[in-house]
Structures are given as C-alpha cells and as structure tokens.
C-alpha cells in the first residue's frame, strides 16, 4: 500500500504562492485518485482538489479555483499543489491522501484510505 509524505507549508503573507507536495513510497500512484483536503481550527476537514494519476482528470473546490493547481510529476511520483494568490482563509492544515474513488464521490474523504501527516500553511494579512 502507498504511503505518502507531503509537505511544503509554511508562513506567507496575503497574495504569496507556496507549492505542496505529497510524494508516494512503499508503490506509485498508478490506479490511485491523489488528493489535497485541509482543516482549520474549529472547522471541519474541507476537500480543496485531486487529480486522477494516470487519466490526469482533476477537480477543484470551488473556493480554491483558478488560484490552485493540481499536478502530477511521474518521474518522482509525487502530486503537487501550487498555490497562487493566498488568502488569510486559506489558512489550514492541508493533507494529501489517496485512494480509488468512484469520480461522483471524489471529494469525499471517506474515499480515501491512505493520508499524509499534514503541513501547516499560515496566510497573515
């Protein structure tokens, strides 16, 4: 089974870019969907975009559209989330996770049974 490290957070100010990434070991993510959710405090663990790893099909919140982008570098087989144009309520844990959703319910985290630890991006204004 995969096991996945993502990282990359960190402090920004409002408008900045920052780039996650969540990298696959223990097999690769052929066959896996690869998905971006993040939790702020108090709030519940909110689905932000995944990317079908070998169709390359993704699917983003609409909060987050046009400002993040979701890709895929096979050659380290590793998912990345770009981050443009920052806001102060962007600011969460963001966690990776796999698994082989059925596409109707791709943003649901009960799809996924494989996580990353998290990484923490701070957006101060």
């Known amino acids: 089974q995969v096991q996945l490290t993502d990282a990359g957070g960190g402090s920004v100010q409002v408008g900045d870019s920052l780039r996650l990434s969540c990298a696959a070991s223990?097999?690769?993510?052929?066959?896996?969907?690869v998905a971006w959710f993040r939790q702020a405090p108090g709030k519940e663990r909110e689905f932000v975009a995944v990317?079908?790893?070998?169709?390359?099909?993704?699917l983003y919140a609409e909060s987050v559209k046009g400002r993040f982008t979701i890709s895929r570098d096979f050659a380290k087989n590793t998912v990345l989330l770009q981050m443009n144009s920052l806001k102060p309520e962007d600011t969460a844990g963001y966690y990776c996770?796999?698994?082989?959703?059925?596409?109707?319910?791709?943003?649901?985290?009960?799809?996924?049974?494989?996580w990353g630890q998290g990484t923490q991006v701070t957006v101060s204004s």
């Open positions: 996770a796999a698994g082989r959703p059925i596409w109707g319910l791709i943003s649901q985290q009960s799809q996924y049974y494989t």
């Open positions: 223990g097999s690769t993510f052929s066959n896996y969907a």
């Open positions: 990317i079908r790893w070998s169709a390359g099909s993704t």
